[in-house]
């Protein structure tokens, strides 16, 4: 960082031709006896209030000066980081046409499996380059941006205290239109809007990582496995790395960041955003019962990241998920009770709602041939 101005430095001395010598500014200037030495030391007063002010608001804007430029500059590569998450997930179409022939293997089509396995071989070592390199970069500018709100944060209490032990006594806190008051407002807008802003980039960057790692890794048959297929009631590869990588990066979080209530507001809304991506993930498949008992042991592992990382509002929606995945598991006739009993204890109340209730559902294999059993019986059907 550059130094301060000189006229800060030489204000901070003592040094102000308002005073004209190496006076301190919080002590009155010795001497000007004489018949008029009232008001000249009362217009000393004022001119000694007044370089305080001007000492203080060129200090809050030295600082802004050094702070704004350096979150413009690490808030625009987090959106580049963003952009190049964008990129390196596989386009649509194209997880398309690997599920479509993950389907043929499934069911029993060998010239669809060569395909698939060339398709995958084709683009998985540019792909696993590709996603190293961007989480590596990820990383660095991740630890730079918190590192950069610990130097925020130490600045401001300094000022602070400056302001609380030394201003105080010349400036009124409570005065809106003072112009310290003011510059002073203005810095710790300006870094907490910087600060939402990083961090939004931050967690839209770790969400889409974990959105790309369940598109490219979750396979077909982990929801719908052959019939032959032994249950290990394991969680997925998919599931597995995601939640390694959501590990790895609340980790940086924990460590870097000092304060309990944006710590907890930061990995509330991680929570939130992985619950809908999770949602939308469950709706991708068609789900057989013995895909159930493996979507229920993913879904634990995912509780269980969300149950040390979360607040209690928050772990609701993971609770309310792993209930509604029993119905993957349950006979026909046993499925309308069990989302009456849900209903009646309100579990899905400000989690999901009821269409979403629905499309879960009907992601069920069998779903077609158990729909009249269903619907037309439940509230929200």
């Known amino acids: 960082m550059e130094p301060l101005p000189v006229r800060v430095c030489a204000y901070a001395r003592g040094t102000c031709a308002v005073w004209g010598g190496p006076h301190s500014l919080y002590e009155p200037k010795e001497g000007a006896r004489g018949e008029h030495s009232g008001s000249k030391n009362g217009i000393a007063r004022l001119c000694r209030q007044d370089a305080i002010e001007s000492v203080f608001c060129i200090l809050l804007q030295s600082v802004g000066n050094h702070v704004r430029p350096v979150f413009t500059r690490i808030i625009a590569e987090l959106r580049e980081l963003e952009h190049s998450a964008m990129v390196v997930m596989v386009p649509h179409e194209q997880r398309s046409q690997g599920r479509a022939m993950l389907g043929g293997t499934a069911s029993g089509s060998g010239d669809n499996a060569a395909t698939a396995g060339r398709h995958s071989q084709a683009y998985s070592a540019q792909r696993i380059e590709a996603e190293k390199e961007l989480r590596d970069r990820f990383v660095s500018v991740e630890l730079r941006f918190f590192e950069l ?24 806190e409570d005065d809106f239109l003072n112009i310290c008051n003011q510059e002073k407002k203005a810095l710790e807008h300006a870094i907490d809007d910087n600060v939402a802003v990083g961090m939004d980039c931050v967690i839209e960057i770790i969400l ?99 149950e040390n990382n979360v607040d209690p509002e928050t772990l609701r929606f993971f609770t309310a998920l792993k209930d509604l995945a029993n119905c993957f598991i349950l006979a026909p006739r046993d499925l309308r009770g069990f989302l009456r009993d849900q209903y009646s204890r309100h579990t899905f109340d400000g989690v999901m709602r009821s269409e979403e209730v629905y499309d879960v559902v009907a992601c069920r294999a069998d779903y077609r041939q158990i729909r009249t059993q269903v619907e037309g019986h439940c509230d929200f059907m």
């Open 208 to 306: 889409r990582q974990t959105q790309h790692i369940l598109d490219t890794e979750q396979r077909l048959n982990d929801y719908h496995p052959n019939s032959n297929s032994s249950l290990t009631l394991t969680p997925t590869l998919a599931c597995t790395r995601a939640v390694q990588f959501l590990s790895e990066s609340t980790q940086i979080i924990r460590s870097m960041t000092t304060q309990k209530q944006m710590r907890e507001v930061f990995l509330g809304e991680i929570g939130l955003r992985l619950f809908n991506v999770l949602l939308e993930n469950i709706k991708r498949f068609q789900i057989t019962e013995p895909g159930g008992f493996q979507l229920i042991a993913d879904l634990n592992l995912y509780y269980d990241w969300a």
């Open 149 to 172: 709100i610990h130097l925020c944060d130490l600045a401001v209490q300094m000022l602070e205290i400056y302001y609380k032990r030394d201003l105080c006594q010349f400036i009124v």
